[in-house]
């Protein structure tokens, strides 16, 4: 079954660290570009970063640049991101998302997405 | 950063009527857009891309037009599974992903 698992989420303190995963099944994140994205409670969707297939395309948004790290590891075919300096702006459910395609414009869209980890960042 | 301003932010609908959602980037976009649709308490799930074509297993109730800065979601004859939050995405802006604010379709 072709499906994204989160986990990693929880109550951190701000300034503190968290690391997130997406583990992925049927498919292999060495194939694909995939992204995290968040969403705070009661909000909209937020786009947070991204990773290509080769792990040499990596963009954040300005908002976590220098202080989140995205990666994946093809031996254990999950995907991380790596939280440093949380505040509370950063409480969200964060997602982690499939693009379909290698083309141009399917790189940019999601159509398979996990279920989610809440991360809540206060004292 | 190209913002995306979706309207209303609420609809009121009785099911079996048509809901017609509105999303405008801030500036030309081409027809780099994507529709989502969100159930409480579930992931987002992709519902159009490049303004008009149907992902997969979308039923053709959905449709999706527009180009340039202003674009339409339409849903045909709701049903009670259609009433969720819908949210567009540009993304014109590569690396720069952007997403409207939502629109919620409830029963009326």
């Known amino acids: 079954q072709v499906q994204l698992v989160e986990t990693g989420g929880g109550l951190v303190k701000p300034g503190g660290s968290l690391r997130l995963s997406c583990a992925a099944s049927?498919?292999?994140?060495?194939?694909?570009?995939v992204t995290w994205i968040r969403q705070a409670p009661g909000k909209g969707l937020e786009w947070v970063s991204y990773?290509?297939?080769?792990?040499?395309?990596?963009y954040y948004a300005d908002s976590v640049k220098g202080r989140f790290t995205i990666s994946w590891d093809n031996a254990n075919n999950s995907l991380y991101l790596q939280m440093n300096r949380l505040s509370g702006e950063d409480s969200a459910m964060y997602y982690c998302?499939?693009?379909?395609?290698?083309?141009?414009?399917?790189?940019?869209?999601?159509?398979?997405w996990g279920r989610g980890t809440l991360v809540t960042v206060s004292s | 950063e190209i913002e995306m301003t979706q309207s209303p932010a609420t609809l009121s609908v009785s099911p079996g009527e048509s809901a017609t959602l509105s999303c405008r980037a801030s500036?030309?976009?081409?027809?780099?857009v994507a529709w989502y649709q969100q159930k409480p308490g579930q992931a987002p799930r992709l519902l159009i891309h490049?303004?008009?074509t149907r992902a997969n297993g979308v039923p053709a109730r959905f449709r999706g037009s527009g180009a340039g800065t202003e674009f339409t979601l339409t849903v045909s004859s709701l049903q009670s599974e259609d009433f969720a939050v819908y949210y567009c995405?540009?993304?014109?802006?590569?690396?720069?992903?952007?997403f409207g604010g939502g629109t919620k379709v409830e029963i009326k």
């Open positions: 998302a499939r693009a379909p395609g290698s083309s141009w414009a399917s790189r940019w869209y999601f159509d398979l």
């Open positions: 049927g498919f292999s994140f060495s194939d694909y570009f």
């Open positions: 990773i290509g297939p080769a792990g040499n395309t990596i």
């Open positions: 500036e030309e976009i081409s027809m780099n």
């Open positions: 490049g303004a008009s």
């Open positions: 995405q540009q993304y014109k802006d590569w690396p720069l992903l952007t």
